[in-house]
């Protein structure tokens, strides 16, 4: 159902541009920022239904683009599809917060987002040192703090004492160097940044990087490696699994209740 | 009479002379040391106000004093000196964030940008002089804080942090208060990583 | 006519403010350059006369124009003469070490560095105040160990030194491992460029 979602959005018209432009984003909130502008409504009144089908509208499209998309923005995905599913069902746990509750609190996350853009925007225009106001351009050595003898800031002593750090880390061990295929170590790691931010079942297939459905050994590769790495994911208990019946399409989402 | 308005203008020069020769703003404390008994403040304010509608003004910020040649010259000058590098949209918004929210952990810029900050980020800013480590939070892992510097004020042209750019509007919208919006709200980066 | 005053004023506005912001001595060719058709020698006169009893003059030697302490405050400007002298790498380092890793005997220094530490390098920290021998350890040989003073918070506006960075934020600061090699494979991207 929430796969249905995301296929069938994909038909709305997503501007070209917003696609090409997807490494132009400051991750999936700058995104979802950006395409609140287009309803052209104050935040505190968008509507985050169309703001959720807009988003997986982008997100389809770009994965039939076959463009990379960032974990992070799968994550964002599976997230508004369910809010999108809660927000046009009944809330049938009373216990969990209401569908409302979730979509004011994206709303405030989008005008925090956006005031913070808009005073970068303000704070780079003030009359800045260097380019609108200047300092004297020829100071005269004069003690007048006539504190200390050397002119040492803390970033130099940070800096100092990184460098060291980053010294030694490079006379650590040979690594080997990485194959081209999708190992099972990388798709557990990245299934586990994902699995605590998941929402509910997601979709195995919405979950996987882009490009996976092509032919070559290397796509195999990813699809092989994240389903070995969900079940090893459900045997250490970190995530269960569902499936109703053969070749049908698999479900996971994080184990609840610890312990 | 005539005595104490000279002893006056002989101080007003000095100041004018210690504020000239000098590149960066100067503590006020630094200030009053050079002067004796008189008050400092009514000093400096003679000075500024001889300066006012001139190319040069006498500015203070954070507490600290400086000559700087006048804003609206700027387009004038600007042809002798090299432009400064542009700065990356992700520094940027992580130093008004920083500015804003002040002190703030990384956790929370993280959560208000909705991704992870990038290696850099932080360091290019902290390079520039503009921000720096503050006060860890007293909460469990004691994160390290950030906060700006005096020269991120004297850099944009600001006399104290109330003079962010709509930084009381901001207030009064809620939009500079800590917590986060909620926790179940993907993308809004992990409590510390 | 008011139209002139006001376009002289802003002239030697300009005028000012070039001389204030340049690192040399301007030469009159360039002032004139910059004041368009307008004889540049009246306005720098009228500027010369208005500093001519400040704190700060304006004099012209060899042809070029520059701002200068008044030389009748040359005593009172100068408290105490002090070289500035950069620290070598060394220093820095040695000093990181011990605000890191305090208390820290010279072998353990030596250990993290890779490097020996000449006396000297200890020498300098320590009459710059930021340094000072703390308690002997109690193992073998019961060597010296190295401490930072009250005063290196002081230097580097650190409330104590539990406020120092730590290396994970170090790390997220982009101040460690820079050189750390990139995984080379698609779909491991962290959304961060």
């Known amino acids: 159902m929430m796969a ?5 959005a994909g038909d709305e018209a997503v501007d070209e541009a917003l696609l090409l432009d997807i490494d132009g984003y400051e991750g999936p ?105 200047f300092a004297r351009g020829a100071p005269e050595d004069l003690p007048i703090f006539a504190k200390s003898r050397h002119d040492l800031g803390l970033y130099d002593l940070l800096k100092a004492y990184g460098d060291i750090g980053s010294r030694q880390a490079r006379v650590t061990p040979f690594t080997i160097p990485v194959t081209e295929l999708y190992s099972i170590e ?10 605590g931010k ?40 970190q995530l269960e699994l569902r499936q109703e019946g053969a070749y049908a399409p698999i479900f996971l989402r994080a184990r609840r209740g610890e312990g | 009479m005539s005595d104490l308005f000279d002893s006056d203008f002989q101080l007003v020069r000095l100041l004018e002379a210690i504020l000239f020769a000098s590149a960066d703003p100067v503590p006020e404390g630094v ?9 400092v403040r009514p000093l400096l304010a003679q000075l500024e106000n001889l300066y006012r509608h001139r190319g040069v003004n006498l500015v203070a910020s954070g507490g600290r004093w400086a000559f700087r040649t006048a804003a609206d010259l700027g387009d004038k000058l600007r042809v002798e000196i090299e432009v400064t590098a542009k700065l990356s949209r992700a520094a940027v918004e992580t130093l008004s964030i920083i500015a804003y929210h002040q002190p703030v952990t990384r956790a929370e810029i993280e959560a208000i940008r909705g991704v992870a900050t990038s290696k850099g980020t932080l360091d ?24 700006t510097t005096p020269h ?8 104290s942090l109330r003079d962010l750019p709509g930084v009381d509007d901001l207030r009064a919208a809620g939009l500079l208060d800590r917590a986060a919006p909620m926790p179940s709200l993907p993308g809004l980066g992990t409590g510390e990583g």
């Open chain 2, 124 to 147: 290019i800013l902290m390079e520039a002089g503009w921000v720096q480590p503050g006060r860890r939070r007293e909460t469990p892992g004691r994160p390290l804080t950030w906060i």
């Open chain 1, 186 to 195: 990388e798709a557990v790691a990245r299934l586990e940044a994902m699995l």
């Open chain 1, 29 to 133: 909130i700058d995104l979802l920022l950006s395409l609140a502008r287009d309803q052209k409504v104050d935040l505190t009144r968008i509507s985050i239904l169309q703001l959720a089908e807009q988003y997986l509208a982008f997100v389809a499209e770009a994965r039939r683009l076959r463009l990379e998309l960032a974990a992070d923005y799968l994550v964002m995905a599976a997230w508004l599809a369910y809010l999108k599913s809660r927000l046009l069902l009944p809330d049938p746990q009373p216990d969990e917060p209401s569908a409302e509750m979730l979509a004011a609190a994206l709303t405030l996350q989008l005008q925090r987002l956006e005031a913070m853009q808009a005073a970068a925007a303000r704070l780079l225009a003030q009359p800045r040192l260097g380019r609108d106001r």
């Open chain 2, 152 to 159: 991120f004020l004297d850099h944009f042209g600001l006399g």
């Open chain 1, 4 to 8: 249905e979602g995301m296929a069938t």
């Open chain 2, 31 to 39: 200030l009053q040391s050079r002067v004796g008994a008189v008050p």
């Open chain 1, 198 to 237: 998941l929402p509910d079942w997601s979709h195995l297939d919405a979950l996987l990087p882009a490009g996976w459905r092509g032919r070559g050994v290397k796509a195999r590769s990813l699809l092989a490696s994240s389903f070995v790495a969900a079940l090893e994911l459900a045997k250490a208990g």
